[in-house]
């Protein structure tokens, strides 16, 4: 027999999720790109990834002979947005830590709507969802 119990005060069932979506967070510097600056953590979830995206040219990839192949590039150094694919209950607290710098900012995910920015609890850093589904 397995058993179980969950000391919960939410309105959610604290069980179910959201399906993924990728969420754009507005740093508060373009730090985007730098390797383990950022850290992310859902409490009623899961991050699946967080990336930052890459610099696009268009020329150089258009007579590159592997184009479309997926070869990897650095992140831009000088992007303020990162992006993170997440599945959370609507009740979770997703909470982003500055490693370099200390500073923590929390969002309610529950909150969050496409096109539309959710700034943080600590102001300075935004959250917005990008995909419907």
Same mark, same amino acid.
């Given at each position: 027999?397995?058993?179980?119990?969950?000391? !919960?005060?939410?309105? @959610?069932? #604290?069980?179910?999720?959201?399906?993924l979506?990728?969420?754009? /967070?507005?740093?508060? @510097?373009?730090?985007?790109?730098?390797?383990?600056?950022?850290?992310?953590?859902?409490?009623?979830?899961?991050? &699946?990834r967080? !990336?930052?995206?890459?610099e =696009?040219?268009?020329?150089?990839? $258009?007579?590159? #002979?592997?184009?479309?192949?997926? @070869? %990897?590039?650095?992140?831009?150094?000088?992007s303020? !947005?990162?992006? &993170?694919? /997440?599945?959370?209950? #609507?009740d979770?607290?997703?909470? $982003?830590t500055?490693t370099?710098g200390?500073?923590? =900012?929390? =969002?309610?995910?529950?909150?969050a709507? $496409?096109?539309q920015?959710? @700034? &943080?609890?600590?102001?300075?850093? %935004? /959250?917005? /969802?990008?995909?419907?589904?």
């Open positions: 027999m397995v058993c179980g119990l969950t000391l !919960y005060h939410g309105k @959610e069932n #604290p069980l179910r999720v959201a399906p979506h990728v969420y754009r /967070i507005t740093l508060p @510097e373009p730090t985007a790109g730098e390797p383990g600056r950022w850290n992310l953590d859902v409490d009623l979830g899961v991050v &699946a967080s !990336y930052a995206l890459h =696009f040219e268009a020329e150089s990839w $258009l007579v590159a #002979p592997g184009k479309g192949l997926g @070869e %990897r590039k650095k992140p831009a150094k000088q303020r !947005y990162l992006y &993170a694919d /997440i599945t959370a209950n #609507p979770a607290t997703l909470t $982003l500055d370099k200390g500073g923590q =900012f929390q =969002f309610n995910m529950g909150q709507a $496409l096109g920015e959710l @700034e &943080a609890r600590a102001a300075g850093v %935004r /959250i917005e /969802i990008l995909d419907p589904h």
